[in-house]
């Protein structure tokens, strides 16, 4: 009897020390299933990588925006391939009679506008590109005649963003003081007429002082008036004599208020009397 409890004790004490196999052989299983796991993630379907990869590229490729041409998967009708369930195309062949946009979306509006119909330029540009080469010929010619002439110190043309500026030295065309035209000045706007003939560009006309005052003997009562004569003088040469549309001209006189120069030395004082002959540009660039 007593044998026996013996036995009975020590089988007890050697399944208490066997139990930790249990464990471990738990703990080893588990192991395995997370590697086994793992390795199931880590390995790729290689011809469903590929489609989803080659979808992607083309649509990148292609510029089409998801959000707008309404392709995407979210759509819940379209597969990689960008087919309807229950219908089948080939990739890239549209239906006769349709176009197709960039992102493979079928179009009944027909081709899309070459390259060409697009840098075809419009009316409007025709006429700036027409009428940037008149004020060019015309400066050119002008620039010409001023040098073929020596009247460097007295005419200055210049291109300006409002157009063609003429500008004319009030001792090349007045007596001090005066608004009357002097006999020397002639030639050059006769010359200048003959190039605003038909020059279909609005000419402006604007007479310019220093701030000196006036003598108590001008007949003109200040700065204001005087620009403004100077101006008129020069507009009723060119209708009256030379036989130009009067609707062609506008004129102003602007006394002292726009300087050239600094009015505080004689040189800058002379450079702001002056008559400016403005040809104005009437078109403006894209």
Not at 99 to 124: I, V
Not at 227 to 232: K, Q, T, V
Not at 252 to 270: C, I
């Amino acid at each position: 009897m007593r044998q026996r409890n013996r036995r009975k004790q020590r089988g007890t004490e050697q399944d208490s020390r066997d139990r930790w196999m249990i464990t471990y052989a738990d703990l080893i299983t588990l192991l395995l299933i997370f590697f086994v796991v793992l390795y199931a993630m880590s390995s790729l379907d290689t011809e469903k990588y590929n489609v989803v990869t080659g979808s992607l590229s083309q649509t990148f490729k292609n510029g089409s925006a998801l959000p707008g041409g309404g392709n995407g998967l979210l759509d819940g009708q379209k597969g990689l391939n960008g087919t309807s369930p229950g219908r089948q195309s080939q990739p890239g062949s549209p239906e006769p009679g349709k176009g197709q946009d960039a992102g493979g979306a079928e179009s009944s509006e027909g081709p899309s506008p070459t390259k060409s119909d697009n840098l075809k330029p419009s009316d409007r540009e025709l006429a700036f590109r027409e009428q940037e080469a008149r004020l060019a010929e015309l400066m050119g010619v002008i620039t010409k005649y001023v040098k073929d002439n020596n009247l460097g110190d007295q005419i200055f043309v210049a291109d300006k963003p409002q157009g063609i500026a003429i500008t004319l030295s009030d001792r090349f065309l007045f007596d001090p003081g005066n608004a009357a035209l002097k006999a020397p000045a002639l030639p050059a706007l006769k010359q200048l007429s003959g190039l605003f003939h038909g020059i279909g560009a609005t000419i402006s006309i604007e007479g310019h002082t220093d701030n000196m005052p006036l003598s108590k003997l001008s007949r003109y009562s200040d700065n204001w008036e005087l620009s403004g004569a100077r101006a008129l003088s020069v507009l009723r040469y060119f209708v009256d004599k030379e036989g130009l549309t009067p609707s062609t001209f506008q004129y102003a006189g602007y006394g002292d208020t726009r300087p050239a120069s600094d009015n505080s030395t004689e040189a800058g004082r002379q450079k702001n009397r002056r008559v400016e002959i403005i040809v104005l540009r009437q078109l403006q660039g894209k």
